[in-house]
């Protein structure tokens, strides 16, 4: 769905991307992390058209973004920066402005739109009166209006509370599941991330450290618990055997690479230990990310 190729965006001296490569592929939710200017909104900027890069190629649905902008952008909807709306004017009369001033929409359109952002009742009151999640939901229902099947979104649960977080999740995954859009998105918090994305890229200084599926994450390296009685023996057990690389703690150990859960089970069990617990000890999606930007090295 998108393909970014050696893509450059330099302010002045600066080099704020340098060179990335990025493949969103169609039908997946991907996520863009990275610290505070590690690039992401130029990037997204650079893909929407509003910035123009220094170098490299960007195609949106196959159609070269740089050369045929109009078209490659004609089925992909963004929010970028906070969407300003006109508080004493209502929901619909504000998607309708937003429409007249892109593509002109019909009323059943407009109606649709409301009903799948979860707006349908109270679209004709006055957004002044609307809940931070409630304009959220008006930005992703302007967004929808001229049927993307693209999504790009800067930071979309931004300053919401826990519920207006759910409720943007849900309906983000629902726009995925039930009406195949593709979703890139970018954003900080990472609890969301790990529910939502299928797919991550991990920026930092204008470069991409990791891309990939979320499934694919490697998040083990080889670490495991291996909780025995006695306590103690699973350790001497496993320096014994020379599978063990690091230990923390009494029952958290790092294995040797080619040394699995079930080689260290079984040995225990040869042993005579009573084993109680054993399985890999995967990072969450913050440790990896923390790893990742501090580890340096790019993928
Ligand atoms: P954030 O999470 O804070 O939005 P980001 O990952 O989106 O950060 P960018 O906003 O793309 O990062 O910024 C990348 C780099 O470019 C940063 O060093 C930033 O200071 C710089 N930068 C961004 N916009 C401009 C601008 N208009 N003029 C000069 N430098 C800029």
Redesign the pocket.
């Known amino acids: 769905m998108i393909e970014i190729r050696g893509l450059v965006k330099r302010?002045g001296a600066?080099l704020?991307v340098a060179g990335i490569d990025l493949v969103v592929p169609r039908g997946r939710i991907f996520g863009l992390l990275?610290h505070?200017?590690?690039?992401?909104?130029?990037t997204i900027g650079c893909l929407l058209g509003h910035l123009f890069p220094d170098g490299g190629a960007l195609r949106v649905g196959g159609v070269d973004a740089l050369a045929e902008r109009r078209r490659a952008l004609a089925r992909v909807g963004a929010i970028f920066e906070t969407p300003a709306f006109y508080d004493y004017l209502s929901g619909y009369r504000n998607l309708r402005i937003f429409a007249e001033c892109t593509a002109p929409v019909s009323d059943a359109r407009l109606m649709e739109v409301a009903g799948i952002v979860g707006l349908a009742d109270r679209i004709r009151d006055r957004v002044g009166k609307y809940s931070h999640g409630m304009r959220q939901r008006l930005a992703l229902g302007q967004a929808l209006l001229p049927d993307p099947e693209l999504l790009i979104v800067d930071e979309p649960t931004d300053g919401l509370d826990p519920e207006g977080i759910h409720e943007i999740r849900s309906l983000l995954l629902r726009l995925n599941r039930e009406h195949g859009l593709t979703l890139l998105l970018?954003s900080?918090l990472l609890s969301e991330v790990e529910l939502l994305c299928t797919d991550i890229a991990v920026?930092r200084e204008g470069r991409v450290l990791y891309s990939g599926p979320m499934a694919d994450l490697p998040r083990t390296e080889g670490w495991i618990v291996l909780r025995a009685d006695p306590p103690g023996r699973a350790a001497d057990l496993l320096l014994g055997r020379g599978w063990l690389e690091e230990r923390r703690g009494e029952d958290r150990f790092r294995l040797r690479a080619g040394v699995s859960v079930a080689d260290a089970v079984g040995a225990a069990v040869a042993d005579g230990l009573r084993v109680e617990a054993a399985h890999p000890i995967e990072m969450t999606l913050e440790e990896f990310y923390l790893q990742t930007v501090h580890g340096g090295g790019d993928a």
């Open positions: 302010y600066r704020a990275g505070n200017g590690a690039g992401k909104s130029t970018s900080h920026m």
